[in-house]
C-alpha cells in the first residue's frame, strides 16, 4: 500500500475526510473514526439501500454460536406466511425469558440477516429465547402490515410457551429505531386486546412519533447516519404516502401519539446525544413516569443514531453491556 | 437504523480500503483519542487483535470486540517500532493480511501523536521560520509540506487555520504580539507562530475557529488599552482549509487583514468568513479608490478637524443602524452623534435617510479602510 499517501483519492466515491463534515458535532472521538467505515445510507433509494444491508450484513449472517440453537419456522400470518428465527440457548434448564426482537431499517429496510449476530448475542448473554421477526416492510407493506406481523409473532410466542421453552410471563418486546415504534405498538395492542403479556419493552432510539416535532428533530437536519429527512421518508412509507404529521395518524402507528400509558410495561430506552430521533424518546419517557411506569432512561453522550454498530467503541460497549444487564434483571433471567 | 459498518475485508476496492485506513487512524489522531482507543480502535479495523508496547509498562492490548487482552504475547503478525523502545503491532493468525502494512504503520504515527511523552504543548510557541514557510507554500511538494507538518506538531491530514497577525507600531516584533495576542485567548490547541515579512503567520489546528475568533476579538479590543500587551494589532483570520492547503489559509488570512483596522476596536480582527462578498472590493485597484469622488469625500473629513471622530461616528452609525446604538457604542452623547451625522450629511451630499447614499457610505469607508494601509487613515489607537 505504498503510493496511498495522504494526498491520494479514489477515481470514484470519495470517502470523507473525519474533519470534514459533522465537526460540529463533539462526537465520540472512536464513533468518529468508526464514521469513516460506515456506508452511506440513502432512505431516497429503497431498494438500493436493502441491497447495500443485505451485502454489508452477510459476513455475519451466517454467524454461529455453539452455545446457541438457531431455528427458522414459518408461521400464518395476517398477510400470508410468517418467518421467524428463534434462538434457544443449549444449555436451558426449565422455562426460559424471552425476547421478540423487532430490527429497525426506517420500516422500509432490514431483516432477520441484519439481527442475526444481536440475537445471538442477547440470546448468549442473557440466557432467554429470542425470537427474530421478518415482519412486511414499507411502501409494499404499509402500517399496519408490520404491526400485525409483531403482533401475530408475539402471539404464537406466548401460545407456544411449553413448547419453546418459554416463561410466558418473561416475554420482553425489543425495537430499535422503527423497531421502537412497533414495539411499543405491539405492546399497546396487547395492552388493549388484554392480549399476550407483555413484561419488558427495551427500545433503542426509538422512532415513536410521525409529527417531527421535537427539538432534536427541529435541529439535527445533518447529523451522522441519521437525518430528518430520513424520518419523513420512513414515515411517508410506512403511513401509506400520508404526510407525517397528519390529523388523524394512529397511535398503533405513530405510538408517540398514544394518549393513555398507564399500564404499560416497565420499559427501558437508550437515545442517543445527536439523534433527531432523541427527544421523542426522552419524553416518551417521561410520559410513562407520570403514568407511573417503571422507566429507565439512558441518554449515552457523544453519539448519534445507530453508532452502537461500532461495537468496539467504550460507549458502545457500556450500551451493550446495559442493555444485557437491563434485560437480565428485569425478566430474572436464571443465573445459569 | 444500523449495521451499515463496512468491513475492510468487504466490499472496497484495495484503494478506497487503505484512503478508509489513512482518514480512520487522522479521525482517531484529530479527536485526540486515549492510547487505549486507539488500540481497540486498531484492532476493530483490522478485525484482529492489537498491540502498543511503552518502555516500563506491561503491553496493551485489545481484540476486535475491544475486549482486553492479557497473557503472553505471541509473535505479531506485523510490528513498527516507535523508536523509543515502544512498538505497535497486530497479533493475526497466519500471517499478515493485505492491508495490514498500512494499518501498523498509520497505527504507529497515530501513538506517536497521541502517547504523552511530554507536557503538552497548549501554549503558543515560536516555530522554526523555515517550517512554516514550507507549510504555508503552495510549490513545496505534498511530502516536504507533510514533513513540515509533522515536525511541527501539527496532523497532516487534519484542518488548520491560519491567522496573521500585524502590529499597527511599524517597529514592533510581530511573533512577540502574535505570541501575546493567542496565549491570552488560552487556545487549547497550540498555535505555532513564526515572523513573514512584517507579519507573524500563526498556524492553528483547531475545530473551534468561530470560538478562537471571538476570543481573538475581545483580546484585541482589550490590548488597544494595555501597557503590557501586544499593542493595537490587525489580525487577519483565514478559511479553515486542510493542512495541506494551508496556502489558500494563508492567502485568505492576508485578504481579511486588508480589511482590519488598529484603530477600531470592533475591526481590529477581520475574519474572511464574516466578510462574506465584501473581500471582492480587496481587488479594486488602489488608484481607482483615490480616484472615486465619495472616498475623497471621506479623505477631506479625516483630513478636517475632529475628522478622526467623524469617521468613527460614521462607521458606528452605518454598523448599527441606529443613532442610539451608535452613540452607546462610542459613548457619546446621542445628540453630539447626530450633530456629527448632520455635518457628514453636508460635506458629502450623502442622506442617511436614503438607503443607496447609505450603501455608498459604507462602501466609501471600505474602500478608505483599503487605501489605509498606506498611511492615508489616521492608524494609533484613540480610545
Known amino acids: ?336 | 437504523m444500523k449495521g451499515l459498518l463496512i468491513r475492510l475485508s468487504g466490499t472496497d476496492t484495495e484503494a478506497q480500503a487503505a484512503l478508509r485506513v489513512i482518514e480512520y487512524f487522522d479521525a482517531l489522531t484529530v479527536g485526540q483519542a486515549t492510547v487505549e482507543a486507539l488500540v481497540r480502535g486498531t484492532a476493530a479495523l483490522a478485525e484482529c487483535p492489537a498491540g502498543i508496547g511503552v518502555p516500563g509498562r506491561p503491553p496493551l492490548r485489545f481484540d476486535a470486540a475491544g475486549e482486553r487482552r492479557h497473557g503472553p504475547v505471541p509473535e505479531p503478525s506485523s510490528q513498527v517500532d516507535l523508536g523509543d523502545g515502544g512498538a505497535v503491532w497486530l497479533e493475526r493468525d497466519g500471517g499478515p493480511g493485505p492491508l495490514d502494512e498500512l494499518i501498523v504503520e498509520r497505527m504507529a504515527v497515530a501513538a506517536r501523536a497521541l502517547l504523552p511523552a511530554e507536557e503538552p504543548r497548549t501554549r503558543p510557541s515560536l516555530a522554526d521560520v523555515a517550517l512554516v514557510e514550507t507549510v504555508l507554500s503552495e510549490r513545496e511538494p505534498p511530502e516536504e509540506r507533510t514533513k513540515a507538518l509533522r515536525r511541527l506538531g501539527l496532523v497532516p491530514g487534519g484542518p488548520l487555520v491560519v491567522i496573521v497577525v500585524a502590529p499597527a507600531q511599524p517597529d514592533a516584533d510581530p511573533a512577540g504580539s502574535a505570541i501575546a495576542l493567542l496565549s491570552r485567548t488560552r487556545t487549547a490547541r497550540a498555535a505555532h507562530i513564526a515572523a513573514i515579512d512584517r507579519a507573524a503567520a500563526v498556524l492553528v489546528q483547531t475545530a473551534d475557529r468561530d470560538g478562537l475568533r471571538d476570543r481573538l476579538a475581545v483580546i484585541a479590543r482589550e490590548c488597544l488599552g494595555d501597557p503590557g500587551g501586544p499593542g493595537a494589532v490587525r489580525v487577519g483570520i483565514g478559511r479553515r482549509t486542510a493542512a495541506m492547503d494551508a496556502h489558500e489559509s494563508w492567502a485568505s488570512a492576508l485578504l481579511a487583514l486588508r480589511f482590519a483596522d488598529a484603530s477600531t476596536p470592533e475591526d481590529a480582527v477581520a475574519d474572511v468568513e464574516r466578510l462574506g462578498t465584501t473581500v471582492v472590493l480587496a481587488g479594486v485597484p488602489a488608484a481607482q479608490w483615490r480616484s472615486d469622488r465619495h472616498v475623497q469625500h471621506l479623505q477631506a473629513l479625516a483630513r478636517g478637524r475632529g475628522g478622526g471622530v467623524d469617521l468613527e461616528v460614521l462607521d458606528a452609525f452605518l454598523r448599527t443602524g441606529s443613532l442610539r446604538q451608535a452613540a452607546t457604542l462610542l459613548h457619546m452623547h446621542h445628540s453630539s452623534v447626530a450633530s456629527r451625522l448632520a455635518r457628514i450629511e453636508q460635506r458629502t451630499g450623502w442622506s442617511f435617510a436614503s438607503c443607496d447614499d447609505v450603501f455608498q457610505a459604507r462602501l466609501a469607508l471600505v474602500g478608505l479602510r483599503l487605501l489605509g494601509a498606506e498611511g492615508e487613515h489616521p492608524a494609533g489607537p484613540r480610545r
Open chain 1, 1 to 336: 500500500m505504498r503510493g496511498a499517501g495522504p494526498d491520494a483519492r479514489p477515481g470514484s466515491g470519495q470517502v470523507r475526510a473525519p474533519y470534514g463534515d459533522h465537526v460540529e458535532y463533539a462526537i465520540d472521538v472512536e464513533l468518529r473514526a468508526g464514521l469513516v467505515l460506515l456506508a452511506e445510507a440513502d432512505l431516497d433509494d429503497i431498494p438500493a439501500f436493502r441491497r447495500l444491508w443485505d451485502r454489508i450484513s452477510q459476513p455475519t449472517a451466517e454467524a454461529v454460536l455453539p452455545s446457541v440453537g438457531v431455528k427458522d419456522v414459518d408461521l400464518d400470518g395476517a398477510g400470508g406466511p410468517l418467518r421467524v428465527r428463534l434462538y434457544t440457548p443449549v444449555s436451558a434448564v426449565g422455562p426460559l425469558p424471552a425476547v421478540l426482537l423487532i430490527h429497525s431499517g426506517g420500516f422500509v429496510g432490514g431483516s432477520i440477516a441484519t439481527v442475526h449476530a444481536e440475537a445471538l448475542r442477547i440470546a448468549d448473554a442473557v440466557h432467554a429465547v429470542v425470537v427474530a421477526v421478518e415482519y412486511r416492510l414499507a411502501p409494499e407493506h404499509p402500517y399496519p402490515a408490520a404491526l400485525d406481523d409483531c403482533s401475530a409473532a408475539l402471539a404464537w410466542l406466548a401460545a407456544r410457551a411449553d413448547e419453546l421453552g418459554v416463561d410466558p410471563r418473561r416475554i420482553a418486546v425489543h425495537g430499535t429505531s422503527a423497531g421502537g415504534a412497533l414495539a411499543v405498538a405491539t405492546a399497546l395492542r396487547a395492552r388493549e386486546d388484554a392480549g399476550p403479556e407483555v413484561a419488558f419493552v427495551h427500545l433503542n432510539a426509538p422512532m415513536l412519533d410521525d409529527r417531527l416535532d421535537t427539538p432534536s428533530m427541529r435541529a439535527f437536519v445533518d447529523t451522522p447516519y441519521f437525518t430528518r429527512r430520513a424520518a419523513e421518508t420512513s414515515w411517508r412509507s410506512y403511513l401509506a404516502g400520508v404526510e407525517p404529521g397528519s390529523p388523524g395518524v394512529p397511535a398503533l402507528a405513530a405510538p408517540g401519539r398514544a394518549e393513555d400509558l398507564r399500564g404499560f410495561p416497565p420499559t427501558y430506552i437508550a437515545v442517543m446525544q445527536f439523534d433527531p430521533l432523541r427527544d421523542e424518546g426522552l419524553t416518551f419517557a417521561r410520559r410513562l413516569l407520570d403514568a407511573e411506569v417503571p422507566v429507565e432512561l439512558h441518554l449515552f453522550p457523544q453519539t448519534f443514531h445507530g453508532s452502537s454498530v461500532i461495537a468496539h467503541a467504550e460507549v458502545s460497549r457500556r450500551e451493550s453491556t446495559e442493555e444485557v444487564a437491563v434485560l437480565r434483571r428485569r425478566l430474572r433471567a436464571a443465573p445459569w
